[in-house]
C-alpha cells in the first residue's frame, strides 16, 4: 500500500510558504493583485504587461496619456500598494 507519505495539505503549504524562494514569489503575485485592483478593469485594457523585480513594479502601457497621468500618481500609487499588503514591498514603479 502506498499509505506511508501521507501528508496534511496545510503543513505542505506552512513548508513552501515558510521557503524565502517561494514566499518572496507568493508576495510578489500579492502586490500584482493589489495592483490590479488598484487600477480597475477599466485601466486594465490599457496594461500590457506588469512585473515585479527586486521590489520594482514595472508595468507596460500602450498609452501615453494614461503613462503620463501615472506617473503624477506614482507615489500615492506605491503608498496604496504597500498599505495593502501591509509592509513596504513596493520601491519604486517604473512605466514603459
Known amino acids: 500500500m502506498r499509505g506511508k507519505n501521507i501528508s496534511n495539505i496545510g503543513s505542505i503549504i506552512r513548508k513552501l510558504m515558510s521557503n524565502p524562494k517561494f514566499s ?14 488598484i487600477v480597475g478593469k477599466q485601466l486594465q485594457v490599457y496594461i500590457i504587461d506588469a512585473r515585479i523585480h ?23 500609487l506605491i503608498n496604496k500598494i504597500n498599505k495593502r499588503l501591509k509592509k513596504d514591498f513596493v520601491k519604486d514603479i517604473i512605466l514603459r
Do not use: H, I, M, P
Open 24 to 37: 518572496d514569489k507568493f508576495e510578489e503575485l500579492d502586490a500584482l493583485n493589489v495592483w490590479k485592483e
Open 54 to 76: 527586486k521590489g520594482v513594479l514595472y508595468v507596460k502601457l500602450n498609452s501615453s496619456a494614461l503613462r503620463n497621468e501615472l506617473s503624477y500618481q506614482k507615489t500615492d
